[in-house]
């Protein structure tokens, strides 16, 4: 796992493959991977979808590290350092840790969000998107079928329902 600057982490990625197939490193070092998972969000009442680094500053790495291909990886620009590294020496990640990790990744492109997130009735949230942003209320019944809500809100002091996506809600 190579330490990368915090953001740059698709620049540095880019700029090592580019080194790599300039160099004729490609048979050394055979993948080089950011960690992500997707997320879901809304804005202006639209569902996006974007790509979310489970590990922000970090690039695996798949190579063996003999002597030239370290200097090289620490040589491009954006890479800090190796994780792990104590006196010049390097410990690579387990086989374990690794499978863990591309598991994870796996796992997370699979499942959608919408799904991993079932509201209980009577369990408090707040409204994230909407004419009712920002206001708190309580579930009062969850259509699964159309990923729905109905959220009882308090108003003028009185309880108002208001039928909202699950992605326009999140649980306090």
Same mark, same amino acid.
């Given at each position: +796992? ?6 740059? /982490? =698709?620049?540095? =990625? ?8 300039? +160099?004729? @490193? ?10 992500? /998972?997707?997320? $879901?969000?809304?804005?202006?009442? !639209?569902?996006?979808? !974007? ?20 200097? @090289?990886?620490?040589?491009?620009? %954006?890479?800090?350092?190796?994780? %792990? ?5 390097? *410990?690579?990640?387990?086989? *374990? /840790? ?7 990744m796996d796992e997370l492109s699979e499942t959608d969000e919408e799904i991993n997130n079932p509201f ?5 949230? =707040?409204?994230? *998107?909407?004419?009712?942003? %920002?206001?708190? %209320?309580?579930?009062?019944?969850? $259509?699964? *079928?159309? =990923?729905?809500?109905?959220? +009882? ?5 009185? !309880? ?6 699950f992605m326009q809600v999140e649980k306090e």
């Amino acid at each position: +796992m190579v330490r990368a600057l915090s953001g740059k /982490e =698709k620049q540095v =990625k880019e700029r090592l493959e580019n080194e790599i197939n300039r +160099m004729g @490193f490609s048979e050394l070092i055979s993948q080089v991977i950011i960690p992500t /998972e997707k997320v $879901y969000q809304v804005r202006k009442g !639209k569902p996006i979808h !974007k790509e979310k680094n489970l590990f922000p500053g970090y690039i695996l790495v798949n190579t063996v590290l003999d002597g030239e291909i370290k200097h @090289f990886i620490k040589s491009i620009t %954006g890479i800090v350092g190796f994780l %792990g590294e104590k006196n010049g020496k390097i *410990d690579p990640l387990r086989d *374990d /840790e690794v499978a863990r990790i591309l598991g994870k990744m796996d796992e997370l492109s699979e499942t959608d969000e919408e799904i991993n997130n079932p509201f209980i009735v009577g369990e408090p949230v =707040k409204i994230t *998107d909407g004419a009712f942003n %920002g206001l708190n %209320g309580f579930v009062e019944e969850v $259509y699964e *079928d159309k =990923k729905r809500l109905k959220v +009882m809100v308090k108003i003028f002091e009185r !309880k108002v329902p208001v039928e909202l996506r699950f992605m326009q809600v999140e649980k306090e």
